[in-house]
């Protein structure tokens, strides 16, 4: 039997992934160290923020790994009315810059109407669209006449083939800095499936792809503070497959207190056992990227 050609299956030929540059040097792509995002699920005081920041970018350092810090200044599609959802674009968005002026980092944080755009993109090196707005084109339009990198999360209703026609919407503003986010597949009954195939999948779109691993253990339906609502204790076996699967980046909410967090409580990662995971990581990126995928 001949060698199959490198690239695919019966000589499909793969689509390289380009690189995109975030504000800082840091690039994400082929042949780039693994990147991070992380930071709590939503902003929740100065203090906090900063105190996550500060651990995170000396964690780090040490490691060798490009990070950009992540939260969330509005949670628009929390399952209750009456439940903690951010304090809101002026607030958040003066934090972030805080954060940004402070310790040197690029941001990012998702928007969820076209009115947020112009505020965020003053603020944000990358703007993120939230899943469940993966398809919304106004949204997406909107988000790439921005000019900033752009992260997509892929929907929980999506395959992740489907995700071109998210790609295609901000391509046609003339922005191919696009990011793609794997965080699983919601099939009913409350849990997300993550097929690691869609980290190839997405790739051969064009786009790097980012593994989002604490939002894959959440549990639809369960408020986040009840500690059913998410299976953090699996965050590490998710997070060496995904970066063993050749994400570019890792997504991750990590909270000092995660019990005591407004957001997520029962999926992010607590801070102080980020570093022993990342090392771990990073390893399985380097033999990864030794490799020819």
Known sequence: MADQPAGGPAGEKRTPSRQVRIQGGILIGPGRPLALMAGPCVIENDELMLRTAAKMVEVTARLGIPYIFKSSFEKDNRSNEA???????????????????EFGLPVVSDVHRESDVPAAAEVL??????????????LLLAVGKAGK????????????????????????TGNDQILLCERGTLFGY??????????????EIGCPVVYDATHSVRRYGIPSADPAGGRPQYVPYLVRCGVA????????????????????????YPLDRMEALLEQARRISEIVRAGVR
């Open 149 to 172: 990198p752009v992260q997509v999360k892929k929907g929980q209703f999506m395959s992740p083939d489907n995700m071109k026609g998210a790609v295609s919407k901000i391509l046609s």
């Open 245 to 268: 699967a050749g994400s570019e980046a890792l997504f991750m909410e990590t909270h000092p207190d995660p019990p005591r967090a407004r957001c997520d409580a029962s999926s992010q």
């Open 190 to 203: 409350n849990n997300l499936v993550n097929d690691f195939t869609s980290i190839p999948v997405m790739q």
């Open 83 to 101: 439940f903690y959802r951010g304090p809101g674009i002026d607030a958040g968005l003066k934090l972030l810059s805080r954060v940004k002026r």
């Open 125 to 138: 090196d990358i703007i993120q669209i939230p899943a469940f707005l993966c398809q919304q084109t106004s």
